[in-house]
């Protein structure tokens, strides 16, 4: 298990913040420069000033369509006859519309419990997906088979230096959106799978005197554990809301990225994460997916320390492909009470 | 009931896209700069172009802080001792809303049948909250007497010109962010009850080329009745989901304003905003009422029409104060299918 991660060389790709610089000029009007967003309500609530990057309005519901742009982009141009990616939903929705609009065929492996919603988004855009077991070494297994037997290219949600330098764009975005506003953010809250958006955020953010914060779900702590070994290391994973955080270790590259730069790594209890998801659809009329509900909740726990009361945070929602089953028992639950 | 609308003199008050000009000046930095969404999925659907101008992100949740706050503002220069407005729900937020910024007392009066959570927000704002029968006639007659007893100023939601020419504001933002992306605008959809949306609109895209299309509830024909009789009139009010569509008689002033220069007025079923509330929670994943809805559901229906395949139309996404417990049974009923 411990060589999953090691299939791309590491040790040879230091990234800078330079790389999510170039990243950023390449995607200029390729992705959309998705509107931050403020709410009182908020506001209030927390004792903090919040700025939310709506990244659950970027074409593809989340950020991934940044990295997934620039790694499918430098596979055609090196001739690619195909593209394979596995993920626990939005990544493979983001490499089969790169795929598509870059005009390669794509194979998406996720897992058997994967959202039906993310599903039906695959398949929309003319993509093969095949589904495999429930944790991250089964899909591994299977993109592995794809790439032997049919050559395609392998787009790592975590390991390739493009999606983590392209995953960056979004926190350099969001840094850029609120000093135009004559402010500047003290702390950005991002949530953590693979690793790939606070990677890209630890190099967005360099030399930028802001803390990056990381929040997994306690269900699915690898980043803690990995922190507490030195090495990213596969975890127990229990249940969570949260689909999009259930890889069960930390890429090795995003891990490298960030373990020194990380200000904080907080983990949030399912209760929080679904109370997240209906405050930010009730107060800031946004419907996002449980990964960015768990950052806001980091994001209002941070708030209620002293040191971030009245502060500027800035929170990556980072996705909106949620199960409407979910939105409608959440409403039912909080409505009820 | 025919002097209800009489009360502000209007003949002398011709207004003109200068004064929407003017208004956005007094607003710089005051109201947001509601981010413009776009949406693959729905541009498939519906063959055209869509500028969503999310007005639901605005501070108290809807378009109506950007006329009440120039309105307010006036009334206390000159010195007033407190404000009275009337309301379905999104004027009185706003006004109190307007009225805690800009230091003055404020009375509201809605209908009985008011959205709890719109009432809600009201006393959250610190104003005072009286509710009036249901229809516009009981209301108007409370705020008299409200003024008369109190010597309040009343910020009338559809004859005040500071109003009209503020809720004007929202769409003089949007064609300039769509011009901003090199695009321009066809057409652009607002949502109908007293009429200021439309005719704020009317004025901001005058000399623009642009139509404009005026959407309200089949429940409500209140502009296709005064288009019909040559001017307001009352009309009677079946059910509605869209409660912030509901008055029973469009305004004089806005009816004054736009009825030369609209371009077309669509009435839509209760279905229709129905399923439009569930596809724009779904497919643009924001939160609005049924009132923006409306408009969206009218967008929609344009869109089919050959002429304006493949063009750009904006619609007014108004605002978002909805009833949890209405977008829980939307989602229940769709998901089920």
Not at 16 to 25: G, I, K, M, N
Not at 35 to 46: I, K, Q
Not at 84 to 107: D, F, K, P, Y
Not at 203 to 230: F, K, N, Q, S
């Amino acid at each position: 298990m411990s060589e999953i991660n090691t299939s791309v060389a590491v040790a040879d790709l230091p990234l800078t913040r330079s790389d999510v610089l170039d990243a950023r000029l390449r995607l200029a009007g390729r992705v959309r420069r998705t509107p931050v967003v403020r709410s009182d309500d908020l506001d209030r609530r927390a004792g903090a000033r919040f700025w939310l990057k709506a990244e659950n309005l970027q074409r593809g519901g989340s950020f991934k369509l940044r990295g997934a742009l620039l790694a499918v982009e430098r596979m055609v141009a090196a001739g690619s006859v195909g593209v394979v990616a596995q993920s626990t939903g939005n990544h493979a929705i983001a490499v089969a519309l790169a795929a598509r609009e870059l005009g390669v065929t794509a194979t998406l492996v996720l897992p058997e419990d994967a959202a039906p919603t993310k599903i039906g988004r695959i398949r929309d855009s003319g993509a093969e997906v095949i589904l495999a077991g429930t944790v991250l070494a089964d899909r591994i297994a299977v993109v592995e088979s794809v790439r032997e037997l049919r050559g395609y290219d392998v787009v790592d949600p975590y390991q390739d230096p493009d999606v983590v330098a392209g995953q960056g764009t979004a926190t350099a975005e969001l840094l850029e959106q609120v000093r135009s506003e004559g402010q500047r953010l003290d702390a950005v809250v991002l949530p953590v799978g693979g690793g790939s958006a606070v990677a890209g955020a630890c190099l967005a953010a360099a030399g930028e005197h802001v803390a990056v914060v990381a929040a997994e779900p306690a269900a699915v702590p690898a980043l803690t554990e990995a922190l507490r070994h030195g090495q990213p290391c596969n975890v127990a994973v229990r249940p969570t809301l949260a689909d999009g955080l259930r890889p069960d270790r930390i890429g090795a590259l995003p891990f490298d990225t960030c373990r020194s730069s990380l200000s904080e790594v907080l983990t949030v209890e399912e209760a929080e994460i679904a109370e997240s998801m209906y405050v930010t659809l009730t107060h800031t009329r946004l419907l996002v997916e449980p990964a960015a509900a768990t950052a806001l909740a980091a994001a209002m726990r941070l708030a209620t320390a002293p040191r971030w009361q009245g502060r500027n945070i800035g929170v990556l929602l980072s996705g909106g492909n949620v199960e409407e089953s979910l939105v409608a028992s959440l409403l039912a639950e909080y409505t009820a009470q």
